[in-house]
């Protein structure tokens, strides 16, 4: 049995779940409303202050779909209640980050400034010039955000310069050595 899918997920006071046919989800909070459609096949049930997902049978597949449906919906009910953010660390000389209006401008060292327009949901708040914090109620856009961010330039490992996580370690390689 899914460790993860049968556990039961606690909905936080001021967070409502809503269940329509097909397996809409529908969770309405504080910071929000996400809704998704889940595996139809999975059997999701609310049971006063809780939700427990159970599974028909136990095939390979219907195995895999329990716990994601179960971390799905709890993403969700996080999502809506607390939001999620992910820091960035902007590292290097001359590498810095601004905010105009609700576009991210980075400078990174190439001839022309970087320019990111944050998607609908997804806020950018700089911390100082060289910390950006992305954050919003779906775990999944905020990710890919941060992600794309990371991307314009990902750390490199002599000097370590570029756009890294906040938690994110870089192995350090030794630079070459001259000629004696």
Same mark, same amino acid.
Do not use: C
């Given at each position: 049995m899914s460790r993860i899918g049968r556990m039961p997920i606690a909905i936080p006071a001021g967070v409502t779940v809503d269940i329509a046919?097909?397996?809409? /989800?529908?969770?309405? =909070?504080?910071?929000?409303?996400? &809704?998704?459609?889940l595996p139809a096949e999975m059997d999701i049930k609310m049971?006063?202050?809780?939700?427990?997902?159970?599974r028909p049978n136990d095939l390979k597949r219907m195995k895999s779909l329990h716990g994601l449906t179960r971390t799905l919906i709890n993403?969700?009910?996080?999502?809506?209640?607390?939001g999620y953010e992910k820091?960035?660390?902007?590292?290097g000389v001359g590498y810095r980050a601004q905010k105009q209006g609700?576009?991210? /401008?980075?400078?990174? =060292?190439?001839?022309?400034?970087? &320019?990111?327009?944050?998607?609908?949901g997804i806020e950018t708040v700089l911390d100082g010039q060289n910390i950006i914090i992305v954050k919003g109620i779906n775990k999944e856009q905020v990710g890919q955000y941060a992600a794309e961010i990371r991307s314009k330039r990902e750390p490199e490992?002599?000097?370590?310069?570029?756009?890294?996580?906040?938690?994110?370690?870089?192995?350090?390689?030794?630079?070459?050595?001259?000629?004696?």
């Open positions: 046919e097909n397996n809409k /989800v529908t969770v309405k =909070g504080p910071k929000g409303t996400l &809704e998704r459609v049971e006063g202050s809780e939700i427990t997902v159970s993403n969700m009910v996080i999502g809506v209640s607390e820091k960035l660390e902007v590292n609700k576009k991210l /401008v980075l400078s990174l =060292g190439y001839s022309h400034p970087v &320019e990111m327009e944050d998607p609908e490992p002599y000097k370590g310069k570029g756009i890294k996580y906040a938690d994110e370690v870089i192995r350090r390689k030794v630079g070459k050595t001259g000629k004696k």
